[in-house]
C-alpha cells in the first residue's frame, strides 16, 4: 500500500513553461486535493475532486488546472510557470472532504526562475 | 472569515518534558478535528483526530482534548522525544464541508 505518491520531487522551470504535478492514490479514495505550502501562510487549498471526473477550485486556483478522469490520478498542471508559482505542492486524499483525516504524499518543491 | 490559530509560533521543550500545542477554531459549526506533525521536507502526517462528540481522545503518547465552549483544542505529547520535534497543525472541518481548515502550524523544538 504506497498511499500518495506524489512526482516529482523536484523541479525547476523557466518563467513560462509549462508542467505537470503526478499524483496517484491506492487507498480508493473519493477525494483528492492539491495544496500549496509557503512559508508563513500555512497550507492553501489550490483545486480539490470529489470523484472522478469532477473538480472544483480551492483558494488559490489561478495559474493552474486539474482533471479527474480516474479515481487514483489527479494531476495539476501549471500553465505559464510564474516565480510567484515557487512553492512545496502537496497532494491529499481521503474518504471525504471533511470527515475524515487527509493522507499527504511527500511533496514536490517547485522553484520558478 | 473562519480561520484557524495557533497560540504560539514555536514551542521549546526538553527531552522527557510533556509538551502542550493549543490551537483556537472560531467556527462554531466545526464538528471534527485532525492534529497533523510535518517534519522537515515531508508531507503533513496524521497523528489524532477527534469529533465533536468527545472532549478527550487518546492514542500512543498523545492526548487531544477538545474545549467546544470556548473554542479551544489542544494536543499534548507525553514524554516527548527529540523525535517528535516537528511543525503541528490543527484542521478543521468548520467552513460547510468545502474541505479541511488548516492553521498555520506550530514549531516544537526537542532539546536534550
Known amino acids: 500500500n504506497a498511499g500518495v505518491t506524489q512526482t516529482p520531487k523536484f523541479q525547476v522551470l523557466k518563467t513560462g513553461q509549462s508542467m505537470t504535478l503526478q499524483c496517484a492514490q491506492d487507498m480508493n479514495h473519493e477525494y483528492m486535493s492539491w495544496y500549496r505550502q509557503d512559508p508563513g501562510m500555512g497550507l492553501r487549498l489550490i483545486h480539490y475532486s470529489v470523484g472522478a471526473g469532477i473538480t472544483d477550485q480551492g483558494e488559490v486556483p489561478n495559474g493552474y488546472n486539474v482533471s479527474r478522469s480516474t479515481t487514483e490520478d489527479f494531476p495539476l498542471r501549471l500553465l505559464s510557470a510564474a516565480p510567484s508559482q515557487t512553492s512545496v505542492y502537496f497532494c491529499a486524499s481521503s474518504y471525504d472532504r471533511s470527515n475524515y483525516g487527509y493522507t499527504f504524499g511527500s511533496g514536490t518543491r517547485l522553484t520558478v526562475v | 472569515g473562519e480561520s484557524v490559530g495557533l497560540h504560539l509560533p514555536t514551542l521549546s521543550v526538553q527531552e522527557g518534558d510533556n509538551s502542550i500545542i493549543n490551537c483556537a477554531y472560531s467556527?462554531?459549526?466545526?464538528?471534527?478535528f485532525i492534529w497533523y506533525k510535518q517534519e522537515s521536507g515531508k508531507g503533513p502526517q496524521f497523528i489524532i483526530d477527534i469529533r465533536s462528540n468527545m472532549d478527550k481522545r487518546q492514542g500512543q503518547r498523545v492526548t487531544v482534548l477538545l474545549n467546544k465552549t470556548v473554542k479551544h483544542l489542544s494536543l499534548q505529547i507525553a514524554a516527548t522525544q527529540p523525535g517528535d520535534s516537528a511543525v503541528y497543525f490543527c484542521a478543521e472541518n468548520g467552513n460547510s464541508g468545502y474541505a479541511l481548515n488548516f492553521g498555520k502550524g506550530t514549531s516544537l523544538l526537542v532539546t536534550p
Open positions: 467556527n462554531s459549526a466545526s464538528d471534527y
